[in-house]
């Protein structure tokens, strides 16, 4: 049994239930310098009883603790990410993991999972183009099925994350990624849970098209794959860029109200007052009237290049740009996991730290929002005591060394310290 990587599974789990090693060491029975030594790696040998007191403690199966936690494991992942962002990219993966293990955790206390529960995935019943058309009318066809099975019409999508988290089901969150990644969408196909994650970094007109496109990257079924093939974007990309375009900017919808606003051939003002009225970038509404006929690919060109910030301060709206843009800059933790947190945190089954960390939030911070809103744990729970000789039972009936579990010993002496 490799204690080391032990060590590393109880500090891990210690992090989601959001406890300090003296809170885990006073559950569990230790002392906080023996349960030190246990997440360092450094005990020259752990009791079935010690491990079994860790894993009481913090609500876990035994086997969390031996074998690991089977969500790193089963957990799928695509990003939208810049090239050589390899480091940053590993980075947003394990704060997605740490979400959705937290998710897990939860299934062991009975909490509501929610409006759509874990292996309960809703799939709009939208028919899939047929793959054989060009992935530009892929995504094109696929958003206006979208459009039409949620009676979206042809204007502008008001709330992107309640649409992705009420009718299609997904948890959505915008978290302080690194800046190398734009988004990023986890599967736990063993739960049938999808978490979506942009990135708080960006500007609000970016953010939404990156949660569009990662919900095409959901609707089309797209596994984790390489998002340029020779420097150039794959199917899954073309297709989804399309798709996030058509859904939140519809080509008839963008021809409609440039009709209803210009006399003749749009100009760079009524381009940029498209581009506010859909909530989409400028090169969005420069695509789609190119695709429309409404520009050549030369009159796009000279109008393209201006920022959203330019734009807005430009043709009056600066000062609700830069309240957007405050409002994109706020982490919004996944509301679903969120709410099943609180629900632990009320009921004394995890630390306000494992609230905390779903939006990267200072625990004193929270703690204080918690008590003010009347959100406050039980009185801590007196330790629960080992029955050894049922352990021992256990790991007989069990199998012995096939059990998983380490061999019984009588540790280095320190468990009372």
């Known amino acids: 049994m490799d204690l080391k990587e032990i060590g590393r599974r109880v500090t891990l789990e210690r992090s989601h239930a959001g406890m300090t090693q003296r809170e885990l060491a006073d559950r569990a029975e230790l002392s906080q310098p023996t349960l030190n030594r246990i997440e360092a790696g450094e005990r020259a040998a752990l009791t079935i009883a010690e491990l079994d ?70 799939v709009l019943l939208c028919k899939l183009p047929t793959a054989t058309l060009p992935a530009e009318d892929q995504g094109r066809l696929l958003a206006e099925a979208v459009r039409e099975k949620l009676a979206l019409g042809l204007g502008p999508v008001l709330d992107l994350a309640e649409l992705a988290e009420s009718p299609m089901g997904l948890d959505t969150a915008a978290l302080d990624l690194p800046d190398g990644v734009s988004g990023i969408t986890a599967r736990d196909p063993g739960r049938g849970v999808v978490l979506v994650l942009i990135n708080t970094a960006h500007v609000p007109e970016r953010q939404r098209f990156t949660l569009a496109h990662e919900l095409g990257h959901v609707l089309f079924g797209d596994g984790a794959e390489a998002h340029l093939l020779d420097g150039e974007p794959t199917l899954a990309e073309t297709r989804c860029n399309s798709f996030a375009r058509h859904l939140l900017a519809p080509s008839q919808g963008v021809a409609r109200w440039l009709a209803e606003n210009t006399d003749g051939t749009p100009g760079l003002k009524e381009c940029a007052m498209a581009a506010r009225h859909y909530e989409v970038s400028l090169k969005v509404i420069l695509i789609q009237c190119q695709k429309l006929g409404l520009l050549t690919a030369r009159a796009a060109e000279a109008l393209g290049g201006w920022t959203g910030r330019q734009l807005a301060w430009a043709y009056g709206w600066g000062p609700q740009y830069a309240a957007a843009c405050d409002a994109a800059a706020r982490v919004r933790p996944p509301r679903r996991i969120l709410e099943r947190a609180v629900e632990a945190y009320r009921a004394g089954r995890i630390g306000v730290r494992a609230v905390a960390a779903l939006g990267g939030e200072d625990p004193r911070t929270t703690e204080r929002e918690l008590r003010e809103a009347g959100i406050t744990p039980p009185t801590a729970r007196p330790p629960r005591r080992v029955d050894v000789a049922s352990l021992i039972a256990r790991r007989t009936a069990g199998g012995g060394e096939g059990s998983g579990l380490p061999a019984m010993g009588n540790g280095d002496g320190d468990s009372q310290e």
């Open 53 to 122: 007191r860790l894993a009481l403690a913090l609500d876990v199966p035994l086997t969390r603790l031996t074998r690991g936690n089977p969500v790193g494991e089963r957990m799928k992942v695509a990003a939208r990410a810049g090239q050589q962002m390899l480091e940053d990219l590993q980075s947003a993966s394990r704060r997605a993991e740490e979400i959705l293990a937290l998710d897990d955790r939860m299934d062991a206390f009975a909490l509501p999972t929610g409006i759509h529960g874990p292996g309960q995935l809703p």
